[in-house]
């Protein structure tokens, strides 16, 4: 379970975070959705300590994140995520393979003899095949996303944060992805964390959707919660965000 509790962050003295609460419960699949720059991104960093926050409390299993801890307590700390990052964050220089390993070599306890159909196993999970030897630079935008996504969910951790997944799929990858969420929630019984704009993606696969909006959590319920809701800010946020999916179906 994670808790986080009255979470702030600034940059310089822009206040992003300003006193966020939830609590994610083991199996849940939490989704936030907000506007472009609202701080979805920092949230999820924060949960990892990739971004400190200024004050507020992160607990995730009765632990405190953000206590004083050393490289070696952080490390396992980690263990327990996988980080699904909005640009993909593949290394260019190592090729799928390598890069889908990664995690296998510097997280996990598991044998290297190992690690090559442990990555097959997720590269096929993605719906890639037979890609194992291509650098990073031959990939296309989706498939780097993909493999990142292969990488993600190598070590089945207990969390996973994903930032985006869907952005830049076409619409038959994007329902992969989100039947992936679902499979890894339901087999592994994995707690996923997804940042989203992608609006199909949220109302399908969320048990809840928080709205972040001036740097709180202006709604966590359901998805029948969230299109009843009243609130204007939440209204506006899902009529605009229809319209806009409507206007890229009359484009293309
Ligand atoms: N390292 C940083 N230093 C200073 N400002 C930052 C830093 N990272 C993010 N910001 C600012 O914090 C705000 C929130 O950024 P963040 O990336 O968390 O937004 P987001 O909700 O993920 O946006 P998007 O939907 O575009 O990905 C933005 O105004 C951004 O410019
Ligand atoms: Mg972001």
Do not use: W
């Not at 990739?50 to 801890?69: A, C, H, N, Q, T």
């Not at 090729?95 to 097959?120: H, P, Q, W």
Request: proline share 3%; with cysteine.
């Amino acid at each position: 379970m994670i808790e986080i509790k009255n979470l702030v962050k600034k940059y310089n003295d822009k206040i992003i975070l300003n006193g966020i609460n939830a609590d994610i419960s083991d199996g849940e699949i939490f989704s936030i959705m907000g506007p472009s720059g609202s701080g979805k991104s920092t949230f999820i960093k924060c949960l990892v300590k990739l971004v400190f926050p200024d004050s507020g409390r992160i607990i995730v299993d009765g632990e405190d994140v953000l206590g004083g801890k050393n490289e070696f307590e952080l490390a396992r700390m980690r263990r327990n995520f996988g980080y699904l990052f909005q640009d993909g964050a593949l290394f260019d220089s190592l090729n799928v393979m390598e890069n889908v390993c990664f995690g296998l070599r510097y997280l996990t306890d598991i044998e290297s003899s190992k690690y090559e159909r442990i990555a097959k196993e997720k590269l096929s999970l993605v719906g890639l095949k037979d890609i194992q030897s291509l650098r990073v630079s031959e990939l296309s935008g989706g498939m780097k996303k993909r493999v990142a996504l292969a990488r993600a969910i190598a070590s089945e951790p207990k969390y996973i944060l994903y930032d985006e997944p869907t952005t830049g799929l076409d619409p038959v990858s994007s329902e992969k992805i989100s039947e992936l969420i679902v499979s890894m929630q339901e087999k592994l019984d994995i707690t996923s964390i997804v940042v989203t704009h992608d609006l199909k993606l949220a109302f399908t696969i969320s048990d809840r959707i928080a709205m972040l909006h001036d740097g709180k959590f202006d709604l966590a319920g359901s998805p029948g919660d969230l299109k009843k809701s009243e609130d204007p800010f939440v209204k506006k946020f899902i009529k605009d965000s229809i319209c806009h999916d409507m206007k890229d179906v009359k484009n293309k």
